[in-house]
C-alpha cells in the first residue's frame, strides 16, 4: 500500500485533476489517495464563518454565491457527460445548500467545523466522478468513518488503524481509494479537523496506520527548500532530509508540511516524499531515518511569537523554580518553543496566546513577568550543526545587524534557533541566505 497526497494546488484545476489521475495510476500498488479542498476553498469557507460570526449575513451570502459559482464552472471544464454533470450538479447541490441554511442557525464550534469540512468533502466527490468518466477502477472512502480525535483533540492513531482496516476490508477487489484529507471525528463524533494544512496529516497518519511502504505528499513545489521561497529569492530543493530535521522544520514554519505531520510516518518508519505535481519528474525531497549529508540544510521561519521573560523576585535560581514555571504551562496546556536561562532569569516563548492572562497571574506570585509580542523564531536545521564549520560564526555574522533577542544553541546537533522582533524575519531570511548558503 502506499499512500499519495495532494495538495489544494494540485486539485485546483480542471486540468490538474486530469494530472493527478495519470499519476496515481502510474503503478500497480494498491493506493490510498488523500486529496484537499480546491485551493481556495477553506479559505472561502473560513470567510464564509467568520461572516456568520459577525452576524453578517449579506456578507456570508455573497461569499456562498462566488464560490458557488467557481464549482459550476469547474465541473463544466471537468466532466463532458450530461449525465456526470447532473451528478456533479446534485453534489454542488447538497453542499451549497448545506451552506446556505447555516446563515438560518446561529453559529456554534461544531457549525463552524461542519462548514470548513465542505472542501474536502466537495473535491473527493467530484475527483470520484472524473475517475469514473475515465473509467478508472477506485472506491471513495469516508475519512470521516476512521479518522478520530482522542480526548486532548489528537489523533487516536490506534483507533484510526482499527477502523481503516475495517473499511479496507470492504472492499477485498479494489486498489485505489480515495479519501479526503484535514476532516475527520472528535471523541464526541462530531466533525471535526486537524487544523489549517491538515491533509498532510491525514496522508502520514494513513500511511503508518496501513504501514504503507511510502507517504507522498504531492504540491506545487519540488519539495522542501533550503529557505522561504515565498520570502526569499533564491532558494534551492534538499534531496534528503531525516525525520527529525523535516519535523523541525514543519514545526518551525515551512509550510510546505504541517506542523506536526512527520511523527506518524516516523513511528513506522515510512519514507515521506515530496514531490510537484506540476513538474512529476522533479527529484523531490526524501524524508526517511538517515540525515544523509551532514551540515546545514534550511531555515525556517514561525510568526506570531509571544516572549515571556520570568525574574525570579526572591530567590536565585533555586532548583525547584523552573519546575514551577513549567507547571504554570503545563495548567493551561500552553507548549513552549524555545527557552533560555540567566542566573536570575528564565525566558519562554509560546505561539498561543489563549491562556496567557492565566499564566501572567499565576507566575507573578513567584517572579516579575514580561511579556514581547511579534516576534518570530527562526530555526536553522541540519544535521550535526555542531560539528559542522564554524557555522555559529558565519550565523552570527549574518545576522550581525538584527536585534536577535533570544538563541537557543545544543538543544540538538541539528538546530540553532532565534529569536527576532517579526519586522526583521524578511531580512533575516535573506541575509542567512546569503551567509550561511551562498545564494
Ligand atoms: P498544498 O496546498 O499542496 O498543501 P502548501 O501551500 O500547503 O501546498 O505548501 C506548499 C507551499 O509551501 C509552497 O508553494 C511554498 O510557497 C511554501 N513553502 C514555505 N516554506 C517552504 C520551504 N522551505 N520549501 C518549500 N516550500 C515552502
Ligand atoms: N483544506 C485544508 C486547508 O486549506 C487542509 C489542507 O489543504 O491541507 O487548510
Ligand atoms: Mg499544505
Not at 4 to 32: C, N, W, Y
Not at 268 to 286: D, R
Not at 322 to 329: D, G, P, S, T
Request: include cysteine.
Amino acid at each position: 500500500m502506499k499512500v499519495m497526497k495532494f495538495g489544494g494546488t494540485s486539485v485546483g484545476k480542471p486540468e490538474r485533476m486530469h494530472q493527478v489521475s495519470q499519476l496515481i495510476t502510474r503503478d500497480d500498488e494498491a493506493t490510498i489517495v488523500v486529496l484537499s479542498a480546491l485551493s481556495g476553498t477553506t479559505n472561502a469557507l473560513v470567510g464564509i464563518s467568520d461572516c456568520l460570526a459577525k452576524a453578517d449575513k449579506q456578507g456570508a451570502t455573497n461569499q456562498i454565491e462566488t464560490l458557488e459559482k467557481h464549482y459550476r464552472t469547474f465541473i463544466l471544464d471537468l466532466l463532458k457527460s450530461a449525465e456526470l454533470r447532473a451528478k456533479a450538479d446534485s453534489i454542488i447541490d447538497e453542499h451549497f445548500e448545506f451552506l446556505k441554511i447555516t446563515q438560518r442557525i446561529s453559529l456554534s464550534d461544531a457549525l463552524n467545523r461542519d462548514i470548513l469540512a465542505q472542501g474536502e468533502l466537495m473535491s473527493t466527490k467530484l475527483f470520484s466522478l472524473y475517475l469514473e468518466q475515465e473509467n478508472i477502477e477506485h472506491a471513495l472512502i469516508p475519512a470521516l468513518e476512521f479518522m478520530r480525535l482522542d480526548a486532548n483533540d489528537e489523533p487516536d492513531l490506534a483507533v484510526i488503524k482499527e477502523k481503516i482496516t475495517t473499511v479496507l476490508a470492504n472492499y477485498p477487489s479494489k486498489k485505489l481509494f480515495i479519501t479526503q484529507g484535514y476532516i475527520c471525528r472528535n471523541v464526541k463524533g462530531e466533525v471535526d479537523n486537524l487544523k489549517r494544512g491538515g491533509s498532510d496529516y491525514t496522508a502520514s497518519l494513513i500511511a503508518a496506520a496501513t504501514k504503507a511502504s511510502v507517504c507522498e505528499i504531492w504540491t506545487d513545489i519540488d519539495g522542501m527548500h533550503n529557505n522561504d521561497p515565498r520570502v526569499v529569492d533564491k532558494t534551492i530543493a534538499i534531496e534528503q532530509l531525516s525525520f527529525d530535521e523535516a519535523a523541525e522544520l514543519a514545526y518551525f514554519g515551512a509550510k510546505i508540511l504541517h506542523p506536526t505531520c512527520i511523527w506518524p510516518a516516523q513511528q513506522e518508519n515510512i519514507p515521506v516524499k515530496l514531490l510537484n505535481t506540476m513538474q512529476p519528474s522533479a527529484l523531490g525531497t526524501v524524508i526517511k531515518k538517515e540525515a544523509g549529508t551532514v551540515g546545514v540544510k534550511a531555515v525556517a521561519a514561525k510568526d506570531g511569537i509571544t516572549s515571556v521573560k520570568i525574574k525570579s523576585s526572591r530567590m536565585l535560581l533555586a532548583y525547584g523554580f523552573l519546575r514551577k514555571i513549567f507547571e504554570v504551562f503545563e495548567k493551561y496546556k500552553t507548549p513552549i518553543d524555545m527557552i533560555t536561562t540567566s542566573e536570575v532569569a528564565v525566558s519562554v516563548t509560546i505561539d498561543s496566546e489563549l491562556h496567557l492572562a492565566e499564566i501572567i497571574e499565576e507566575l507573578s506570585k513567584i517572579a516579575s513577568v514580561e511579556i514581547e509580542r511579534e516576534q518570530t523564531i527562526v530555526s536553522i536545521v541540519g544535521n550535526e550543526i555542531a560539528k559542522t564549520d564554524a557555522v555559529l560564526k558565519k550565523l552570527f555574522d549574518a545576522v550581525n545587524e538584527v536585534p536577535v533577542t533570544m538563541v537557543s544553541y545544543g538543544g540538538s546537533p541539528h538546530n540553532i534557533t532565534l529569536l527576532l522582533p517579526s519586522a526583521y524575519k524578511t531580512k533575516t531570511l535573506q541575509l542567512i541566505n546569503k551567509g550561511l548558503f551562498n545564494l
